[in-house]
């Protein structure tokens, strides 16, 4: 079954406004991860935010992790028709915090 | 610097046969995984390792072997493929995390399986 669950399944927005994407799991972390994945091509890695930690920015990108609700959220600033995409959360458990469970993912579209 | 490269990209099989699917990186990961995609919908966990020698099982184990001779190479086998097994199948590697270091995971670009 899978740990994580975004929401919202889909979403549209226009070129320059701010895209927001929630995560929710059930059970305890090490780390929560999230990726980008382009027309069914390999994901790649976004930003990793470690279970003791509560917020992170990378560029564009902040991520905030709340572990008491279990919750977290990817927050994308001023989009661009380039970040259309399918985004996913997963959680990395376990000692190593490398084993991945992955959510089922929101598909992002940015409108030019 | 290649990092994951996973062979085939496309294959497509007849129920009952068998077929590797490889995949090496070259960034001298311990862990490495297995993974399968189906249509909208996010990845699950098949079969995975921390090191040469030692697999486990993910989510979805059955119908599939691995193995893990070296660090850089960890190959999926289907035994006798089924219609079901119709998937995207994606391959990773990270680090173990450590004080220092993330395990953000690289993956390969994914081999696109068809059984007939």
């Known amino acids: 079954s899978q740990q994580g669950e975004e929401d919202p399944q889909a979403l549209s927005i226009q070129e320059g406004e701010n895209a927001t994407m929630n995560c929710s799991y059930k059970?305890?972390?090490?780390?929560l991860q999230w990726y980008r994945q382009n027309s069914g091509r390999g994901l790649v890695h976004l930003i990793l935010i470690r279970s003791n930690e509560r917020e992170k920015h990378s560029g564009r990108l902040r991520v905030t992790l709340d572990t008491s609700k279990k919750s977290s959220s990817l927050l994308i600033t001023a989009s661009r028709a380039a970040d259309t995409a399918s985004y996913f959360c997963a959680t990395g458990v376990g000692t190593s915090g490398s084993r991945l469970t992955f959510g089922e993912g929101t598909q992002l579209t940015v409108n030019p | 610097n290649a990092g994951v490269t996973q062979t085939p990209k496309f294959q497509v099989l007849k129920t009952g046969q068998s077929m590797t699917l490889q995949c090496a990186q070259d960034?001298?990961?311990?862990?490495m995984s297995w993974y399968r995609q189906d249509p909208g919908m996010g990845l699950r966990l098949i079969h995975y390792?921390?090191?040469?020698?030692?697999?486990d099982q993910g989510e979805v184990p059955n119908g599939y072997n691995v193995s893990r001779s070296t660090t850089e190479d960890f190959p999926l086998r289907l035994l006798s493929a089924a219609p079901s097994q119709t998937s995207v199948y994606f391959c990773?590697?990270?680090?173990?995390?450590?004080?220092?270091?993330?395990?953000?995971?690289?993956f390969g670009q994914g081999t696109r399986l068809t059984v007939v």
């Open positions: 990773a590697s990270s680090y173990v995390m450590t004080g220092i270091r993330n395990t953000e995971a690289f």
């Open positions: 059970t305890s972390i090490n780390n």
């Open positions: 390792s921390v090191g040469a020698g030692i697999t």
């Open positions: 960034m001298n990961h311990e862990y």
